[in-house]
């Protein structure tokens, strides 16, 4: 009874109901039967009783044996429920006792549903002239009673299990159904699977049942869906605020890096150039010997080429100054091209020519100015001939090419290097702040985010060319 399901539950109480109430109500029934069986029973007996003793008045009073022994045959054999018939004269003498089947008739009137009837046998209607005692039987009667009595049972029983039968397909269909689908959509919501629905077919408070669960679910569902794309909107606010972050913080470190650096070079500028306006002067006091025939003139040259040095150092210094000058407050304004890749140049030579790279300039455009911030975009340029000579510096061919072009609305510079491109993992990281693939020391990740923010300010572009087989990056300035 306990693995059984409500509806099979309810089915077998029903059975057992139908069959314990049928069972009552035929008892009942059979009980009242029995007692008007038997009324009827004791009618019958008297009506044969007296029907069988007027056969007997005649013979009696004859004194007829024969006749009185064949009318007692007679009744022996024709009615069935008659077992045995005595017959004794007015005062109790023996006249005749026979019984069905020449039995004991003590015997047979102890037997179950049997009855004793006595009479008198009357004749003209005054004179007693005999007795007789009929001893019937009942037992067919009862035995009938009794099959009846089993067949509305059995019929009953029949009925009963159709009813659990029928009533247990019906409660399937309309209770055990629903509630077993209610029942795993509860259990699939307490996995946190909300997208699970019961159908709402089922009659009655089922069916309201089933549609409140779908409408709940539908609520969380709609809910755990606004919550996720609330996280998501989260996730993005603090993904930009971090960048921002990053960016403020790369600034600051680079806008100190600078300080740092301007400061120092401010003060060896200061340190190399009262030497070197000496060294200078002497060396022109030495060509005005030459020229006044004091020394030799083969020494000219030596003195031309250590003023010209000179005058290469106190540009390189100069420039230095300038570079490591933080230019982003400064105002946007028309430089000069070529100045700007000249100056360039000497500040990334001695780098290049240390790590034996070739440097390569092409300028094919009739670009004669630039407007924007030109230490910035200088410090930009340089941040990317740093990278790639950081890169080939160990490659068998070093180059690095920086070329200008041209349409009608930017000016492109694009820097390639001898590199065989960057790999899409790296390039996917490599422009947001503090991303290096360099050893602790070597670099600060921030070249290639800080010259992206300065090329943005400038309305332009950034990008790396992943279609050139070389590495490339291509910077893009509006022209204004
Ligand atoms: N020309 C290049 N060839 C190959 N990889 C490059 C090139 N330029 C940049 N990268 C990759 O991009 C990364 C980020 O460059 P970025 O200039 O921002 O930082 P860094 O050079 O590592 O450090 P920093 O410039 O602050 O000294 C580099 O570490 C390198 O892995
Ligand atoms: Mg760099």
């Given at each position: 009874m306990k693995n059984l399901s409500l509806s099979q539950r309810i089915s077998v109480y029903l059975f057992l109901v139908?069959?314990?109430?049928?069972?009552?109500?035929?008892?009942?029934?059979?009980?009242?039967?029995?007692?008007?069986?038997?009324?009827?029973?004791?009618?019958?007996?008297?009506?044969?009783?007296?029907?069988?003793?007027?056969?007997?008045?005649?013979?009696?009073?004859?004194?007829?044996?024969?006749?009185?022994?064949?009318?007692?045959?007679?009744?022996?054999?024709?009615?069935?429920?008659?077992?045995?018939?005595?017959?004794?004269?007015?005062?109790?003498?023996?006249?005749?006792?026979?019984?069905?089947?020449?039995?004991?008739?003590?015997?047979?009137?102890?037997?179950?549903?049997?009855?004793?009837?006595?009479?008198?046998?009357?004749?003209?209607?005054?004179?007693?002239?005999?007795?007789?005692?009929?001893?019937?039987?009942?037992?067919?009667?009862?035995?009938?009673?009794?099959?009846?009595?089993?067949?509305?049972?059995?019929?009953?029983?029949?009925?009963?299990?159709?009813?659990?039968?029928?009533?247990?397909?019906?409660?399937?269909?309309?209770?055990?159904?629903?509630?077993r689908n209610l029942i795993e959509g509860t259990q699939s919501a307490h996995n946190s699977n909300y997208t699970i629905r019961v159908p709402e077919n089922?009659?009655?408070?089922?069916?309201?049942?089933?549609?409140?669960?779908?409408?709940?679910?539908?609520?969380?569902?709609?809910?755990?869906?606004?919550?996720?794309?609330?996280?998501?909107?989260?996730?993005?606010?603090?993904?930009?605020?971090?960048?921002?972050?990053?960016?403020?913080?790369?600034?600051?470190?680079?806008?100190?890096?600078?300080?740092?650096?301007?400061?120092?070079?401010?003060?060896?500028?200061?340190?190399?150039?009262?030497?070197?306006?000496?060294?200078?002067?002497?060396?022109?006091?030495?060509?005005?010997?030459?020229?006044?025939?004091?020394?030799?003139?083969?020494?000219?040259?030596?003195?031309?080429?250590?003023?010209?040095?000179?005058?290469?150092?106190?540009?390189?210094i100069k420039n230095l100054r300038n570079f490591a000058r933080d230019g982003s407050n400064d105002p946007f304004d028309y430089f000069d091209i070529n100045r700007f890749f000249s100056d360039i140049g000497e500040l990334t030579r001695l780098k290049l020519d240390k790590k034996a790279i070739v440097f390569k300039f092409n300028n094919s455009t009739n670009v004669k100015q630039i407007y924007g911030k030109e230490i910035p975009l200088s410090q930009v340029i340089i941040n990317l001939i740093n990278n790639s000579a950081d890169a080939i510096e160990s490659l068998p061919e070093k180059w690095v090419e920086l070329t200008v072009d041209e349409d009608e609305k930017y000016v492109f510079f694009r820097l390639k290097d001898s590199g065989n491109g960057i790999p899409d993992d790296i390039q996917k990281k490599m422009m947001t702040p503090f991303f290096t693939t360099k050893v602790i020391g070597k670099g600060t990740g921030l070249g290639l985010s800080i010259s992206k923010g300065i090329i943005e300010e400038h309305k332009g572009e950034l990008t790396y060319n992943g279609e050139s087989y070389n590495t490339e990056f291509i910077i893009k300035l509006p022209k204004v």
């Open positions: 139908i069959c314990i109430s049928t069972f009552i109500l035929n008892s009942a029934f059979f009980v009242v039967l029995r007692s008007q069986s038997e009324d009827e029973f004791k009618v019958q007996t008297d009506e044969i009783l007296s029907n069988i003793s007027r056969y007997y008045q005649i013979p009696i009073w004859n004194l007829d044996f024969n006749a009185i022994s064949e009318v007692t045959d007679n009744w022996l054999q024709t009615r069935s429920g008659v077992l045995a018939i005595n017959i004794t004269d007015e005062v109790g003498g023996a006249i005749i006792q026979k019984t069905k089947g020449n039995q004991e008739f003590t015997g047979l009137s102890k037997q179950p549903h049997t009855l004793l009837r006595k009479g008198k046998i009357i004749h003209d209607e005054r004179q007693h002239i005999g007795n007789i005692e009929v001893l019937f039987s009942n037992a067919e009667r009862v035995e009938q009673n009794n099959l009846t009595y089993m067949k509305s049972i059995l019929v009953s029983l029949l009925f009963a299990l159709l009813v659990g039968l029928v009533s247990n397909h019906l409660l399937t269909l309309f209770v055990h159904r629903p509630l089922a009659p009655g408070e089922i069916g309201i049942l089933a549609a409140e669960f779908n409408k709940t679910m539908n609520q969380i569902e709609d809910r755990d869906r606004k919550l996720h794309q609330h996280n998501v909107e989260l996730e993005e606010i603090i993904r930009v605020r971090n960048l921002e972050l990053d960016k403020q913080r790369a600034t600051m470190i680079n806008s100190s890096r600078l300080a740092s650096l301007g400061e120092f070079s401010a003060g060896m500028s200061h340190e190399i150039n009262n030497p070197l306006a000496v060294i200078i002067g002497k060396a022109s006091i030495l060509r005005n010997f030459v020229s006044k025939g004091k020394i030799p003139t083969e020494f000219e040259i030596h003195f031309i080429k250590i003023t010209e040095m000179c005058d290469r150092i106190s540009k390189i």
